[in-house]
């Protein structure tokens, strides 16, 4: 099961079906199903997504592991902001934002706290790894 497309909706399966819990890299971590429209296809797309939470919103970062480019989840969101999102057993509507200085680095900081290994992956790649803000619509 090398296909990244493979590995997410075996996560996905995992996380509806254990009210958001998953195992292996995701145990013990807070981790949202991301739903976005295709910037290209305009296809629904789901994406699970490691996040941290800061006051009323959820925080995640695209990084991508550390790689060079944005995961496709990012364009996706810069082309239609208004996402839904999947924590637990509840989902709900959220404006997705991208945070600008000093917040992104206070964020991006405070997920490192929870989840070290994003250390790893600004020192990975030489692009700034986008941190994406969710806001609840209300």
Same mark, same amino acid.
């Given at each position: 099961?090398?296909?990244?497309?493979?590995?997410?909706?075996?996560?996905?399966?995992?996380?509806?079906?254990?009210?958001?819990?998953?195992?292996?890299?995701?145990?013990?971590?807070?981790?949202?199903?991301?739903?976005? &429209?295709?910037? #290209?296809? $305009?296809? @629904?797309?789901?994406?699970?997504?490691?996040?941290?939470?800061?006051?009323?919103? +959820? *925080?995640? &970062?695209?990084? #991508?592991? $550390?790689? @060079?480019?944005?995961?496709?989840?990012?364009?996706?969101?810069?082309?239609?902001? +208004? *996402?839904?999102?999947?924590?637990?057993?509840?989902?709900?509507?959220?404006?997705?934002?991208?945070?600008?200085?000093?917040?992104?680095?206070?964020?991006?900081?405070?997920?490192?706290?929870?989840?070290?290994?994003?250390?790893?992956?600004?020192?990975?790649?030489?692009?700034?790894?986008?941190?994406?803000?969710?806001?609840?619509?209300?």
């Amino acid at each position: 099961m090398s296909n990244p497309n493979e590995r997410n909706m075996v996560i996905i399966q995992e996380f509806r079906a254990n009210a958001g819990k998953v195992g292996g890299p995701f145990a013990g971590k807070s981790l949202l199903l991301l739903h976005t &429209i295709g910037a #290209k296809s $305009g296809q @629904p797309r789901i994406n699970p997504v490691a996040c941290i939470r800061d006051s009323d919103r +959820l *925080v995640i &970062i695209a990084s #991508k592991g $550390g790689a @060079p480019t944005n995961p496709d989840w990012y364009y996706n969101i810069l082309a239609n902001p +208004l *996402v839904s999102v999947e924590t637990g057993t509840e989902q709900f509507q959220a404006r997705a934002s991208i945070a600008v200085e000093p917040e992104r680095t206070r964020l991006y900081n405070h997920m490192v706290e929870m989840m070290p290994g994003f250390a790893e992956y600004q020192r990975k790649t030489v692009r700034v790894i986008p941190v994406v803000i969710l806001t609840p619509v209300k």
